[in-house]
């Protein structure tokens, strides 16, 4: 079982934009069906996942891609491992091959919990990259519907009219500030 150190250094290597308080704990297997705490592929599936982290941290992405791979195959049906191994991906530059990967966590978790909530994130995060807008901001209203903090950010963010309505409050307040407001 992982730490909750552990799951701190995974989110910041495998989740680098994510601010460092908006951690997406590993509870998928608690998530994703009946038992599966006691499931001995998954816990297969978290030590090579573990493996990868440390071959990650040392700069060897290659190796951290085959230990997630690995995972993958132990553990088909966790949405955890596809998760992990779309960030893998990223950073090698396939990201056809990582949205794959958040696409079936999405899918295997139905869209629910924090597995959905960290591959809306990093979807959204690909999509606003690769300029597609459209589509990042629905995955981040999705996030953000799911308790990331983040993905809430980012939907204020990419709201124009939010953006216009923050602009004329700084001015007013600004304004008031300097003494400069208008009487009528």
């Known amino acids: 079982m992982a730490t909750a ?15 460092f308080g908006d951690v997406v704990e590993d509870e998928e297997e608690r998530e994703e069906g009946e038992g599966t705490e006691d499931n001995e592929a998954i816990k ?47 950073l090698r530059g396939d990201v056809l091959g990582a949205l794959d990967d958040l696409n079936k966590a999405i899918n295997l978790s139905q869209g629910k919990g924090k597995a959905a909530c960290q591959a809306f994130t990093q979807r959204g995060l690909i999509n606003r990259l690769e300029g597609r807008d459209e589509e990042a901001l629905e995955d981040f209203k999705k996030a953000a519907c799911l308790g990331s903090e983040f993905a809430k950010t980012q939907v204020v963010a990419m709201n124009p009219y939010a953006a216009l ?16 407001a208008d009487e009528e």
């Open 5 to 19: 150190n552990d799951k701190r250094v995974l989110n910041s290597i495998f989740n680098p934009n994510l601010p």
């Open 165 to 180: 309505c923050n602009q004329m409050l700084r001015e007013v307040i600004g304004k008031l500030k300097r003494g400069e």
């Open 44 to 90: 297969e599936a978290k030590r090579l996942e573990l493996l990868a982290v440390q071959s990650a941290e040392n700069g060897d992405i290659d190796q951290a891609l085959d230990l997630f791979n690995q995972a993958v195959a132990v553990a088909p049906d966790w949405a955890s491992g596809y998760n992990n191994r779309a960030q893998a991906l990223r």
